[in-house]
């Protein structure tokens, strides 16, 4: 907030984070926008989302449409997954046993009809892209190199931001961090071989 303020006043460089709700300004809406997300009460939230587009989300949200299986996973993670209205048939696919519950299927990973989207950055882009009214929001989880940037955003969008950072610091740097200190010694032919399908 301070430094976008000391950007309005010319007092330091601007950057793209100073521009909070990214509508090419940097002004005293963006100081609003910053000060609501700061005590959790913005009404809509503008980000980058993967494939690079600038996205905004109304809030809360309440009704979740889920592409992947991986975005199923981490929805479950964040323990958002009662906001999941539809899934695709992938969706069923993997994780029908898991689920405990009817959702209706919302057609194809490439062909669905829902209120908000979460998907791969690759599937929104080049097969859904101003084919379906209402925001999408394209975030990848199938690697864990892009997690630490896309899982924050989606607890920005589903308010779980204290879920996060308890899973980044009870769970994932934990384990993350006993894997690489049991395999640093050992070459790259002596380390286990892993296969996640």
Known sequence: ????????????????????????????????????????????????????????????????????????????VLGADDKIVGITAEVERDWDWLIGEEIPLVGTRYNPEPDLVIGEGCTIETKLEGKIPGPMVALGFASIEILDDELPKLGYILSKQDVVEDYFSNFHDKYVNMIKARITALPDDERPKVYVG
Do not use: C, H, W
Not at 14 to 29: E, F, V
């Open 1 to 76: 907030m301070i430094f976008t303020e000391r950007v309005i006043l010319g007092l330091d460089a601007s950057t793209s984070l100073a521009d909070a709700n990214y509508d090419g300004k940097i002004n005293m809406q963006d100081v609003t926008q910053l000060e609501l997300i700061i005590l959790g009460r913005e009404s809509v939230l503008t980000f980058i989302d993967s494939a690079d587009r600038i996205v905004t989300v109304n809030k809360p949200v309440k009704r979740v449409v889920i592409l992947s299986p991986d975005e199923y996973q981490v929805l479950r």
